[in-house]
């Protein structure tokens, strides 16, 4: 059932399951949150209204469990949301035909709106692991999983987030494959995974992918922010530089710069014997980052903000100086920016960031554009306390991919929410905004006789599970005994 059918703002009635409960008026700004969430949901209704079965009443029913359960699994989910039921939800996770990326593309379309043509405005580019048990999940296996801080078991979805200060939601996901799936086809046959997507890609080729396809959809961003895990790459960053896209990206502490233009060329035969040189040579000396960055006096450093905290403003250290980057096979070196920043307080925290931006970028704006990188981390870690991101029951390849794009919807209705209220309440959080929204949306879980008939049904199943297991351990038993 429609969101719209239970809320009656006249009387500010909730019909919950035949019965209406009068709930007070709310003297805030937030007393018709319910309906600008059904309103805001109505934009998207042609995504789920395709050639084939309407589902808008399933992509209702799930985001409302994204922003009401404390567990975002189908059962918990169903029984707080009205008229809803987990196989449904499941099946319309998984099974439906429904577009992930016309979804995600609309995010896309919609935030790009809102963020106009500002100057701030950023595609920032970051990966998330998201521990899973079991070897069936599409795209699981030991690798690096970030929210653990160390290889685990996981899956790793490559995110973009558009930003504009602190303003930011995630706008494009990709699942990243490891080889040990794209070398076993009947593995990705199992997660269903579309015969186009069975081939091994980095996950610096998944994020090219994206920031290309964003700007394709005429998506606006000034600038590609990457942490070291891309920037270390040099093909992901020429490639960026050759699709005259401009990037700030950070790197790794060896990374190799020159102060003087290495000139590379092919040098001459030593003699006529053996084979002649073949390989271009640096015209100068290369030096690693971190040794050039200790080897400048502490008056080089200059002291500014990057952007405002929830403190305050964050103020750093930094380092700027024009330099020349070669990665051995091209004939000319890039002149790039090279960004050092330095945490106050904690002189040993440093990063190292390179940019192509134009020449003319001045120390104080390279500064800025470095530290928006931290808003993707914030809107990851948004969408997995807020909407859900990493608690799903998502085994295959659609599935995965739906429940991504249904969390960045929610994320977004969350940011339009705290834009349009900034004025009056400008540290509106995306936690308040799913907690009063949690409010107002109806319950199914309100009367006593709801909650004991669920407890009932979770009864049952989890006798049934006692009752299965038994049963094989009886069978078991009774083949060694005959």
């Keep these: 059932m429609p969101i719209s059918v239970f809320i009656h703002n006249g009387n500010d009635l909730y019909q919950l399951r035949g019965k209406q409960t009068v709930v007070d008026q709310p003297a805030s ?15 998207y209704k042609a995504n789920f209204t395709g050639s084939t079965r309407p589902v808008m009443l399933q992509a209702q029913q799930y985001l409302c469990g994204l922003i009401q359960a404390k567990n975002k699994n189908m059962e918990r989910m169903a029984e707080i949301v009205p008229d809803s039921d987990e196989q449904v939800l499941q099946h319309f996770l ?27 405005t950023c595609l920032i580019v970051d990966e998330s692991g998201i521990p899973k048990r079991g070897d ?4 699981v296996g030991r690798q690096w999983c970030g929210q653990l801080g160390k290889v685990d078991n996981c899956q790793v979805g490559v995110f973009t987030a558009l930003a504009c200060g602190s303003a930011v939601t995630l706008v494009g996901a990709r699942l990243y494959l490891p080889e040990s799936w794209t070398k076993d086809p009947e593995r990705c046959k199992l997660a269903a995974i579309p015969g186009e997507h069975i ?18 959809n005429g998506i606006h961003f000034n600038w590609v922010g990457v942490d070291g895990g891309y920037g270390k790459e040099p093909s992901f960053l020429r490639s960026l530089h050759g699709a005259g896209e401009i990037f700030v990206a950070d790197v790794h ?39 050039w960055a200790a080897q400048q ?56 960031t390179l940019s192509n931006a134009p020449e003319t970028t001045t120390t104080e704006r390279l500064a800025f554009m470095q530290g928006q990188r931290y808003w993707v981390e914030r809107s990851l870690k948004d969408g997995k306390r807020e909407a859900g991101l990493a608690d799903y ?42 907690v009063m929204l949690a409010y107002f949306l109806p319950r199914r879980d309100t009367t006593f006789e709801e909650i004991q008939r669920q407890m009932e049904v979770r009864h049952k199943k989890r006798q049934a599970s006692i009752d299965s297991a038994s049963r094989k351990k009886d069978r078991y038993i009774t083949s060694r005994g005959s």
């Excluded at 069936?136 to 795209?139: F, Q």
């Design 29 to 43: 700004l937030f007393s018709d949150l319910a309906v600008k969430f059904s309103g805001f949901l109505d934009l």
């Design 94 to 120: 998984t099974y439906s035909p429904w577009s992930y990326r016309s979804v995600m593309d609309q995010v896309a379309s919609d935030t790009d709106s809102m963020f106009g043509d500002n100057d701030d």
């Design 136 to 139: 069936k999940s599409v795209g």
């Design 199 to 216: 081939v091994q890609k980095s996950k610096c080729d998944l994020a090219l992918e994206e920031i290309f396809h964003a700007r394709c």
């Design 253 to 291: 502490k060896d990374q190799c710069i020159y102060l003087e233009d290495p000139d590379p060329v092919i040098p001459e035969p030593k003699s006529n014997r053996g084979r002649k040189p073949t390989r271009l040579v640096a015209q100068s000396e290369p030096i690693r980052v971190d040794n």
């Design 297 to 352: 006096p502490e008056s080089a450093w200059k002291l500014m903000a990057i952007r405002e905290g929830s403190q305050g403003k964050i103020w750093v250290e930094i380092l700027h100086k024009r330099v020349w980057v070669w990665d051995g096979q091209e004939e000319r070196a890039h002149l790039w920016h090279l960004i050092v920043r330095r945490e106050i307080g904690a002189p040993k925290e440093i990063k190292y």
């Design 393 to 434: 029951q998502a085994r295959k390849w659609n599935s995965w991919h739906h429940h991504m794009a249904l969390v960045m919807m929610a994320m977004l209705f969350m940011l339009k929410t705290r834009l349009s209220n900034k004025d009056d309440h400008p540290l509106l959080s995306c936690y308040d905004v799913k």
